[in-house]
């Protein structure tokens, strides 16, 4: 067995293992509705509302008792946790794909919904709770939406499952928002929110790989166009958060750098394709190793694999370095660019990767009581690559979806690059 044999099911049945804990601590109905599933903001084992209850009725009883379902109503919504979490099942609705598609490949058993299923059921209950509509005040967060809605509906199309006419209504919902804040204001780019006071990365970029895999390429080259011209950093080599106008009609530059902002626009770059765009794809993956990496701590097998992926945090910055991982597997892979590009993009993530697994905790006595078998046997993983979950999330600590999220994101990335390789070797 090549060593490249053994990583592709080792990185699975971790991946697989992710997608377990996840869905087993933080997967819900709303409001106990069938054909409904939405991510719970947080889990803490120490809380009775982090329990499942043991069988069906006293499930329910439980939870009416307790007040969650409604209660769950009252909570922050986060309509872009819940997009990527849509993201998520999709990567393992892609890998059960691979595995004929059949019961037996399903992530969480034969007996339990595959994950283009509880996708499905995802995106309906983002719709329900997000008052009936897709449309949010953020084109960030509906860029995020829109991407995953369009994976899961050729994940449908392959697996000839239905749900196909909401998926592309969802698209051209979302599109007319999209064409609306792209405008020539501050000579290009997307608007962030509703206000309209503000364009950045954050919705520039992911709007502008939508287009770029919507068909819409003119548009997609435009946007990332602006993006070079006005907030690409050339001495850092990464992109800024972005731009408005001050009182006196200046453009001012919110010059912060954020990891994720990084992800969306490489696979932008790379679905476009071409010299110029390949060339700055490896670039920008050489300015992520130099700056936005941090060192473990832990004695290097060679002079690089002692650095991971830098983290975010909790909250939104949760997600960050998961959606960094998810275009670098991208780049990882792809034939256009340089070997040391892909080496260097495969080896960030894999390294993050093995850091995240490496740094997970099993759940205490004291969280798994009364939780289902997939939910006493689920790990919690850290919300810095660089530092176990003992640490940062110690028993009893409220656990948030957002950074779960991100270590799952990270372990499909390292599942489809070892799956690529090993299609690439295949004679």
């Known amino acids: 067995m090549t060593p490249t044999d053994a990583a592709r099911p080792q990185w699975h049945d971790r991946a697989n293992h992710a997608a377990r ?3 087993a601590l933080f997967g819900r109905r709303l409001l106990l509705l069938p054909g409904t599933h939405l991510g719970a903001v947080s889990w803490s084992g120490s809380s009775p509302s982090g329990r499942s209850g043991s069988g069906r009725f006293a499930d329910w009883r439980a939870r009416l008792i307790q007040g969650n379902a409604i209660r769950a109503l009252f909570q922050p919504w986060h309509y872009w946790w819940q997009a990527h979490y849509v993201d998520c099942l999709v990567d393992t609705g892609r890998r059960e794909l691979g ?15 595959s994950a283009g ?40 199309e392959e697996t000839r499952r239905p749900g196909r006419r909401r998926n592309a209504a969802v698209r051209k919902s979302l599109a007319l928002q999209f064409d609306s804040a792209a405008t020539s204001d501050l000579g290009g780019g997307v608007f962030w929110s509703k206000a309209r006071d503000f364009k950045n990365t954050p919705a520039t970029a992911p709007i502008a790989l939508f287009y770029a895999r919507t068909g819409q390429q003119t548009k997609a080259q435009s946007l990332l166009d602006w993006l070079d011209a006005t907030l690409f950093d050339a001495e850092r080599g990464l992109y800024l958060d972005g731009a408005r106008l001050n009182s006196r009609g200046e453009v001012v530059l919110e010059r912060t750098v954020y990891t994720y902002n990084q992800g969306p626009v490489l696979g932008a770059l790379l679905e476009l394709g071409g010299e110029a765009n390949l060339a700055r794809v490896a670039d920008v993956v050489a300015a992520v190793d130099r700056h936005l990496t941090v060192d473990t701590g832990a004695a290097p097998a060679s002079p690089e694999n002692h650095k991971v992926l830098r983290c975010d945090g909790n909250g939104d910055g949760g ?3 998961g959606i960094l991982c998810r275009y670098l597997a991208l780049a990882a892979t792809d034939p256009g660019l340089p070997e040391a590009a892909r080496e260097t993009a495969a080896r960030l993530v894999l390294d993050t990767a093995e850091a995240f697994w490496a740094g997970r905790r099993p759940l205490a006595a004291e969280e798994s009581a009364g939780l289902s078998p997939a939910g006493r046997n689920a790990s919690i993983f850290s919300l810095h690559a660089e530092r176990p979950a003992s640490e940062t999330y110690p028993p009893g600590a409220a656990v948030e979806l957002s950074t779960q999220l991100q270590a799952w994101m990270t372990l499909e990335a390292a599942a489809a690059i070892a799956d690529r390789r090993d299609a690439a070797a295949a004679p």
Do not use: E, K, Q
Request: glycine letters at 6%; proline letters at 5%; charged letters at 20%.
């Open 21 to 23: 804990s996840v869905t």
């Open 99 to 113: 595995g004929g598609a059949t019961p037996a490949a399903r992530f969480n058993g034969p007996r339990r919904p």
């Open 117 to 156: 299923r509880l996708a499905s059921r995802l995106v309906t209950g983002i719709r329900l709770r997000n008052a009936f509509t897709f449309v949010n005040s953020y084109y960030d967060d509906m860029a995020w939406l829109a991407l995953a809605t369009d994976r899961l509906d050729r994940l449908a």
């Open 319 to 321: 997600l960050f370095t």
